[in-house]
């Protein structure tokens, strides 16, 4: 399964051309994970951080941008998960704009705990939940 979340880009996301600034990309598909928590899996992020003292930290990034995005257009934020693994999970994610690739994301996090700094296991609740998004 797919999640994906329209966005409209604003003049906060931009540079002075009006074109998407890169580094806005990661803010944004740092709340594409958020909103996943709360929208898709039903997981409150903020329990999962405050409550239960757990983090989900990235450990590797890497993008490619194939076209520029510039302000007022709405596009599609999306994510999936090619793996899912004990401590760590693997999202693939992208931007599209009527089926016109923009940006692409792989992004790999480790659940740690917050008091230890350490990985930790994915709760049995939380990865359920998240092997419903893994890429077929």
């Not at 999640?3 to 594409?32: E, M, W």
């Not at 757990?54 to 510039?70: D, G, I, Q, Y």
């Not at 999970?89 to 917050?114: H, L, Y």
Request: aromatic share 12%.
């Amino acid at each position: 399964m797919t999640f994906i979340k329209q966005y409209l880009i604003r003049l906060s996301h931009c540079d002075p051309t009006g074109t998407v600034f890169y580094p806005n990309y990661f803010h944004i598909f740092n709340a594409l994970v958020e909103d996943w928590f709360y929208e898709a899996i039903e997981i409150r992020f903020d329990e999962f951080l405050m409550e239960r003292g757990l983090a989900l930290p990235t450990v590797r990034m890497e993008a490619t941008f194939s076209k520029p995005t510039k302000m007022g257009e709405t596009v599609d934020f999306w994510l999936t998960l090619s793996h899912v693994g004990r401590t760590s999970v693997r999202f693939t994610m992208g931007v599209d704009k009527d089926g016109e690739q923009r940006v692409r994301m792989n992004r790999i996090a480790v659940c740690t705990s917050q008091q230890t700094r350490e990985a930790t296991v994915i709760p049995s609740d939380v990865r359920e939940k998240m092997l419903e998004f893994m890429r077929e």
